[in-house]
Structure formats: C-alpha cells, structure tokens
C-alpha cells in the first residue's frame, strides 16, 4: 500500500541554524501538508500546497519557514534560523483532493520527523 | 473558528468497550476523521463519517455523529492491547483538501 515517507527520522540542530525536512508524498496525490506535534500538545496544522504554491497557511506559519517541491516526488520544509521552541514532531501528509469526496480529501500521514534544536 | 475537545485520558479492560468523545464548533465541518498515534509512531487514520450521516461502523469500530450538539464518539469494540495509543478526532471544514483541525487527543490505556 502507498505511504507517506518522510526524512530523518530524528533531526538535531543547534539554535540559529537552518534544517530541511524531507517528506515523499504519496505519489498521485495532489495536495500536500506540514503539520507539527508540541511535545504533549495537539497537532496543528502549519500550512497546504497545490499546484507548486501555497494555499492555506496557519499563522505560525511566519517568514521563517517555507515549502517547496523541488522535483517530481519531494516536498520540503525548510525552517531558517531555528528557535529552541520549533522542537516538535513534524508530520508531512498528502491527499489526491479532486472530486471533493471524501476518499479523494483524506490525509495520509507520514511517520513524521523529531526536530530537536539544542 | 475551529476547536475540537476531547477528553485527555480513558482506561478500559481488556475485552471491554472504549467510547472516546470528542465536541467540535464549526459547523460548518463536512467530514470527521479518527486518527490513532502509537507511541513514537506517526497518525494512522482509523475512519471518518461524512457530517450527513449518523453512523457508521467498521469492523471493531462504531463512530457516532450528533450534529446538533457537535458531538462525535468512538466506540471500539472488544478492546485489546494493541488499541493502547492516543486518539485523535479532526474535523474538516468545507473546501476541497482543506486543512484538519485535530483534537487534544486522548490517551487510552487497556489494562489485562
């Protein structure tokens, strides 16, 4: 069965440097998602993309972070200049999303990587 | 705006049922998803009802939806073990693949 991926697994960094995160969607889909996980907290949606732009964002979702799908599989987020309260689990998910129903729109989620900044 | 409560924590016996609730605000919601996380594990998505239905069941798993008081509810059947994660509801509001919503997620523990 196709599943989200989503690399490293676990990623630590020192506060102030930049890291990316990796996510393959599932490979038809369409729509894609970065959510994030607070250690004890509830799992907030940062921001979609479709169709190479951005179509939804949360306001967490500030200048520091951006998205981008390099090539035909990857998607990305790129977070500058980290601050030590990114710390989190990021989930990357994706849906197919055409035909609104309600197979097409539901989120599959990757594995998700830890993101620890020191 | 969207905000989705459930309660933080549930403790059942082995082979008894579990019933998980979960109230949203937006009523605007078009589908109500169940998410289950195992420890260290990412989301994996149990079921969801359309919010024009009441019911829906699937194998183990019964989710109910009271649209007018915004209530939603997993009951699973025969618990075991392996059920032991957090469970997550999320609501999705109308738009073609828009955002989730999820719930404080709540933590079940099955005892023997």
């Known amino acids: 069965e196709p599943e989200v991926t989503q690399t490293p697994s676990h990623q630590v960094t020192q506060m102030g440097q930049e890291v990316i995160l990796r996510c393959v969607p599932i490979?038809?889909?369409?729509?894609f998602y970065w959510y994030r996980q607070i250690l004890g907290q509830k799992v907030e949606f940062l921001v979609s993309?479709?169709?190479?732009?951005?179509?939804?964002k949360s306001e967490i979702f500030d200048d520091q972070f951006s998205v981008e799908r390099p090539d035909g599989s990857n998607f990305t987020l790129k977070i500058r200049s980290t601050k030590l309260e990114d710390s989190a689990m990021y989930f990357c998910?994706?849906?197919?999303?055409?035909?609104?129903?309600?197979?097409?729109?539901?989120?599959?989620f990757g594995p998700g990587t830890r993101l620890t900044v020191l | 705006g969207e905000d989705v409560e459930q309660s933080l924590f549930l403790s059942v016996r082995e082979g008894d049922s579990s019933v998980i609730n979960c109230t949203y605000t937006?009523?605007?919601?078009?589908?109500l998803y169940w998410y289950k996380q195992e420890p260290g594990a990412g989301l994996q998505l149990l079921t969801y009802?359309?919010?024009?239905?009441d019911m829906k069941q699937d194998q183990r798993l019964t989710v109910l939806l009271n649209k007018k008081d915004k209530h939603l509810s997993l009951r699973i059947a025969d618990t075991q073990t392996g059920d032991s994660a957090i469970y997550f509801c999320?609501?999705?509001?109308?738009?073609?693949?828009?955002?989730?919503?999820f719930g404080t997620g709540t933590r079940l523990q099955v005892t023997l």
């Open positions: 998910a994706s849906c197919f999303g055409l035909a609104g129903s309600a197979s097409t729109d539901t989120q599959y």
């Open positions: 490979s038809n889909h369409l729509y």
């Open positions: 993309f479709y169709n190479n732009e951005i179509s939804e």
């Open positions: 937006d009523s605007s919601s078009t589908y």
């Open positions: 009802i359309f919010s024009n239905m």
């Open positions: 999320a609501e999705k509001v109308a738009g073609t693949a828009s955002k989730l919503t």
